[in-house]
């Protein structure tokens, strides 16, 4: 359904995207994630057609979004990063606009769907200037549907909305991959890991990673990571019994404990207990802790860095 192939974007002396490619198929959920500067708006502004690119290609339903622009239009809806208003038109008065604009047969009923879609039906009245935030931004997001194309791209949807509502815009999000292909972008790696059925991590212009949530931990996770919580002796000597274990990485304080990276995947726990035993402390805790994506997209960038 998109179709990214060596996609570039230079303005003056910045590559904002540096040759990415990526795809997303139908009815698949995927995130765009990375951190300010990453060029996710970029990206998403060459796929809808706004700005073309420097370099490469990409194509939406299989239309070229710059030979065929206005096939590969009809077949996005796009929420910008900042959603233009009009303060003076109502809910529904902005929402038949658009669906006047892009030739929807029936825009009545149209917008009525999408009003319910976004919960928003109550409020079709209301003129926009009145709205909260939040239900500017599932305006926004009505806007991207009225046409109800295959292809919806979203430019961080949940980004200053209260808590309740970043977690019915990620519900509407979710439930939109039954139907359409979704992109979106964030760079809130635990809100990737909830909406996204394949996440692809973008720094710098570049792809750093992609995959399910699942597969990209054990992709990207070397050696694992222990939690070990030791009596019996103070901080400084535990934190040294436990450097002195061959085969790790780091160790880190968290907590009561320490985490305990080990550079390959093989199991310490039963080496570690022994030696406490040994020393004549009190193993009060042992268990392996999962990698969350935070702890892979710091890794990924630090390693990225160093290169
Ligand atoms: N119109 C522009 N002119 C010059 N440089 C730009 C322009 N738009 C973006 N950039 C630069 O391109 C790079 C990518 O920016 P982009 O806005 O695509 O990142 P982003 O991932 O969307 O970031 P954010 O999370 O802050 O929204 C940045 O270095 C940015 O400064
Ligand atoms: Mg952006």
């Given at each position: 359904?998109i ?7 230079r ?30 708006t ?9 700005m ?80 909260s ?19 919806i ?33 964030t ?79 093989d ?17 009060l ?6 990698m ?16």
């Amino acid at each position: 359904m998109i179709e990214v192939e060596n996609l570039t974007k230079r303005y003056g002396s910045t590559l904002a995207v540096d040759h990415l490619s990526f795809h997303a198929e139908a009815g698949e959920v995927v995130g765009l994630l990375g951190p300010n500067g990453a060029g996710k708006t970029t990206t998403m502004r060459m796929l809808t057609g706004f700005m073309p690119p420097t370099e490469g290609t990409a194509r939406i339903a299989g239309h070229d979004v710059f030979r065929e622009s206005l096939e590969a239009r009809k077949r996005v809806g796009y929420l910008p990063e900042r959603v233009p208003i009009y303060p003076d038109m109502t809910v529904r008065g902005y929402l038949t606009f658009w669906a006047e604009l892009r030739g929807v047969k029936q825009p009545k009923a149209q917008v009525s769907t999408v009003l319910e879609q976004v919960h928003l039906r109550d409020r079709q009245n209301t003129l926009i200037r009145n709205l909260s935030k939040g239900m500017r931004q599932r305006l926004g997001l009505a806007q991207a549907l009225v046409h109800d194309p295959p292809v919806i791209i979203l430019d961080e949807p949940t980004i200053g909305i209260d808590p309740q509502q970043v977690i019915e815009v990620r519900g509407m999000v979710r439930s939109l991959g039954q139907k359409h292909t979704v992109l979106f972008s964030t760079h809130i790696l635990s809100e990737a890991e909830q909406v996204c059925d394949r996440v692809i991590i973008i720094d710098r212009g570049r792809v750093l990673a992609q995959g399910a949530p699942v597969s990209l931990r054990q992709q990207i996770q070397k050696g694992t990571h222990l939690y070990v919580q030791i009596s019996g002796a103070n901080a400084a000597t535990i934190q040294r019994l436990l450097e002195a274990l061959p085969g790790l990485e780091s160790v880190m304080p968290t907590g009561d404990g320490f985490t305990v990276r080990t550079r390959s995947k093989d199991d310490l726990r039963g080496e570690i207990a022994q030696r406490v035993v040994q020393a004549g402390y009190r193993l009060l805790e042992l268990r392996p802790v999962a990698m969350t994506l935070e702890d892979i997209f710091l890794d990924l960038v630090q390693r990225e860095e160093a290169r």
